[in-house]
Structures are given as structure tokens and as C-alpha cells.
């Protein structure tokens, strides 16, 4: 997850936003400026792409899932899922699992295919958009979510969604591994993730 931004309705360089129409502005958002665009709950959501401590995340959590994931299944960054029988919602975690054989489909994965979403959570995010960013992924039946935060160095996996929520929420602390249900069924370390903080690079420049 990253921090949101807004844009201005009806700017010159994508369509005015309105339901129906939401996946093709965001992908002329995303052409234009490099952002990286989703349209949850109806409404445009943009971000930097990931980078520094986040980017850090996910580059060491991918080298671990490359290794381990059976044959059938990849790792993909930059990937989204889109929300089942709606015009519009789709989301882009930070990783997600999918069959090799997406590969050749369309660029929206069906949330019943992913065998695990990642969103690292960005440091100014708020509470609230972490809890409807999951609710998003329970609504769709996204099996399993695991969420990152190198706030706090703490992660939490969730499972068995239902009713809009997930029923089992799994917390853990980075040094302790996440047991990634089937059809992974192996664990991933946490303990090199890091931090967010102060950057070596100079006082007040967070990573």
C-alpha cells in the first residue's frame, strides 16, 4: 500500500471520472503521470510506485517466494486483481501469486486464481484505508492477504474470507517467520525486512 493522492476531475489529460469509466481513467492517470493507479470502492486511488525501505520489502520477500513457489505457480509485482461483476474496483498489491498461465491472459487476474496478495503498507498510510484495502480483498474473495507494516515491524496474514471480512487474522513480528497456508505451505523469514526510519542518507529524509 502506498500513500494516496488526489487529481483533479476533468483534467485534459483523462476523461472525467464516473462510474463505468473508472478503469479508463486510471489508466491514462497511470500513462501519463507513472503512478500507479486502482479504483477501490469507486473511487481512483494513486500512489508512488514502491521504492527505498518498501521497495526493500518486497524485493526480499519476492527472492523468497521465487525460490520456494511450486512450478505452477509466480510471483508478479505491478499486477492487479479486479473486483468480481463490477465496471470499475480493481487493486494492484504490492506482490501477488498467481498460475503461471495468467501470463497469457488479460492484465486483470481473477481473485479466485490469486493464492496470495501482498500490500506493504506505506508510512503516512492511515488506519482506515489499511481496513477497507483488506475488506476490499475479503469482498473478493481473495483467500489468502498478507499485510506488511515496517512501521511497527509486524505483519498479519489473513484468511478464510467470508461475508465481506476474514474470519482468521494471524499477527506475527518481523524476525518471525509466516507459515503461507496451501496451496503454498511453506513459511518466509522476516527477519531482514526493514524498517521504516531515518535515511542514512541525511536528517528528516525517511526511507
Known amino acids: 500500500m502506498s500513500r494516496n493522492m488526489s487529481v483533479a476531475p476533468g483534467s485534459r489529460m483523462y476523461p472525467r471520472p464516473r462510474p463505468g469509466n473508472l478503469r479508463e481513467v486510471a489508466e491514462k492517470v497511470e500513462e501519463a503521470t507513472g503512478l500507479r493507479v486502482q479504483v477501490v470502492g469507486g473511487e481512483l486511488v494513486m500512489s508512488l510506485p514502491p521504492r527505498g525501505k518498501h521497495a526493500g520489502v518486497v524485493a526480499r520477500l519476492r527472492r523468497q517466494l521465487d525460490k520456494a513457489l511450486p512450478e505452477e505457480l509466480s510471483a508478479y509485482e505491478m499486477s492487479s486483481i479486479a473486483l468480481p461483476d463490477d465496471a470499475d474496483d480493481y487493486v494492484t498489491p504490492d506482490l501477488i501469486v498467481l498460475p503461471t498461465e495468467w501470463e497469457d491472459d488479460d492484465w486483470l487476474a ?98
Do not use: M
Not at 128 to 138: N, Q, V
Open 110 to 207: 481473477d481473485p479466485v486464481d490469486v493464492a496470495l496478495a501482498v500490500e506493504v503498507i506505506s508510512a503516512p498510510e492511515k488506519s482506515k484505508d489499511i481496513r477497507d484495502k483488506a475488506d476490499w480483498y475479503a469482498v473478493s474473495h481473495v483467500a489468502n492477504l498478507l499485510v506488511i507494516d515496517p512501521r511497527k515491524g509486524t505483519w498479519a496474514l489473513h484468511t478464510h474470507p467470508r461475508s465481506g471480512s476474514y474470519r482468521d487474522v494471524l499477527p506475527g513480528k518481523f524476525g518471525e517467520s509466516v507459515p503461507l497456508p496451501p496451496p503454498l505451505g511453506f513459511e518466509v523469514e522476516t527477519a531482514r525486512f526493514p524498517l521504516y526510519g531515518t535515511s542514512p542518507r541525511g536528517p528528516g529524509v525517511r526511507a
